[in-house]
């Protein structure tokens, strides 16, 4: 029996384009593109643990989980290179610092997908981030994190 593991993948994004590398031998090197998923009840959301930031933003979180295909969670930042790789759909967190999300942004961005803070704008300075797969996505769940009710 032979096994394949995926070591030391690298993510980039330059010039608006991003890219992985690192991947097996069979793979090569590949363009990173966000997949077409427009619809909350076909998406894959992830996030780090379930017990996302405060009660009021575990509500808003959950809002959104109520309305997905399917949620997962502890991936950390390895959950934002697989939605650039198009192999999931969202991400949402709470509580996270600039330096969490300022490089995934750009290979996101570059791969298609977008990413904002939970009020819709940039997300550069951290905090509760959304990033999506589609714009439409995006604009699906955006409005069930901010009315979200305890």
Known sequence: MTATFLTAAF???????AAAFGLPAALGAAALQTRS???LKDAL???TFPEIGSR??????QAVAKQVKLVRYGL????????????IDL???AGLSAYDVQAPIAVIEAAGGVVC??????????GQIIAAATPELMAAALPLLQNARL
């Open 91 to 93: 991400v949402i967190e």
């Open 37 to 39: 998923t427009r619809a």
């Open 117 to 126: 803070n939970w009020q819709g704008r940039p997300a550069h300075d951290g």
């Open 56 to 61: 009021a933003e575990h509500a808003s979180f």
């Open 11 to 17: 993510f980039t994004a330059v010039l608006g384009l």
């Open 45 to 47: 959301l992830f996030s």
């Open 76 to 87: 950390d930042c390895y959950a934002y290179a697989l939605l650039a790789a198009g192999q």
